[in-house]
């Protein structure tokens, strides 16, 4: 079975522009869930999306947004990009039965998103 | 105070040493724990998964949970080169379809 696959897999961008990274998680898996990794802040949660669904969003700027299509693929955005947002972004897929987050998730190899 | 402290080291050790890795957490919604393994220019992959007080052995790995505490730790055994990565401790939130990771502490068996 194929992983999770991330595109792109490096990105240089300059303050102000806007960036779109997509995921497409492993078949048969409906949730999603992003993560932006940094040195200093480690691994902090984004949001999850379900069956095209929002279900939480982590404490992050309103610049930061997601979607997912009909067929589990997402994409998260990035407008008015900042110093700051550069990091290392994860995207993880699992089945989402599980409200308590407590299935196994499995990570793509990331994008690592360079601003200038 | 952070909901999830791991040491972020580093920590170097040589070949055959025994790894010991923590986390304290404060979050007593917390029912379940992992750890997370990510190597260099990788996403991170699950190592173990627990859900209850005591010890958890597969192989080379033994996780160790002490719920009164709120501290949880892996243990490696006989290390080796290719158990260089950093090690990230995760616990799943209680209906609210996310993880919290500690810091993560980065590991490397020197041969």
């Known amino acids: 079975k194929a992983g999770v696959t991330q595109t792109p897999r490096y990105l240089i961008k300059t303050r102000g522009q806007q960036v779109t990274l997509s995921c497409s998680p492993i078949?048969?898996?409906?949730?999603v869930s992003w993560y932006q990794q940094t040195p200093g802040q480690g691994l902090q949660f984004l949001f999850e999306?379900?069956?095209?669904?929002?279900?939480n969003k982590g404490n992050f700027p309103g610049r930061f947004s997601g979607r997912q299509f009909s067929n589990s693929r997402s994409e998260m955005n990035v407008s008015t990009l900042e110093l700051g947002d550069s990091a290392l972004y994860l995207c993880?897929?699992?089945?989402?039965?599980?409200?308590?987050?407590?299935?196994?998730?499995?990570f793509g190899p990331g994008t690592r998103l360079l601003v200038l | 105070q952070k909901e999830v402290e791991q040491d972020p080291g580093p920590l170097s050790v040589p070949e055959g040493a025994i790894v010991s890795l923590n986390c304290t957490y404060s979050n007593s919604a917390f029912q379940y724990f992992m750890w997370y393994r990510q190597y260099s220019r990788k996403g991170p992959e699950l190592l173990m998964y627990t859900y209850s007080s005591g010890n958890k052995e597969d192989g080379r790995f033994t996780a160790q949970v002490d719920k009164s505490s709120k501290y949880i730790s892996l243990f490696i055994r006989d290390s080796q080169p290719s158990d260089s990565a950093t090690y990230l401790c995760a616990f799943p939130g209680s209906n609210d379809y996310k993880l919290s990771f500690g810091a993560g502490t980065t590991v490397t068996v020197r041969a």
């Open positions: 993880a897929s699992s089945l989402g039965d599980e409200s308590s987050g407590a299935e196994t998730q499995y």
């Open positions: 999306y379900f069956s095209e669904t929002q279900r």
């Open positions: 078949s048969g898996h409906r949730s």
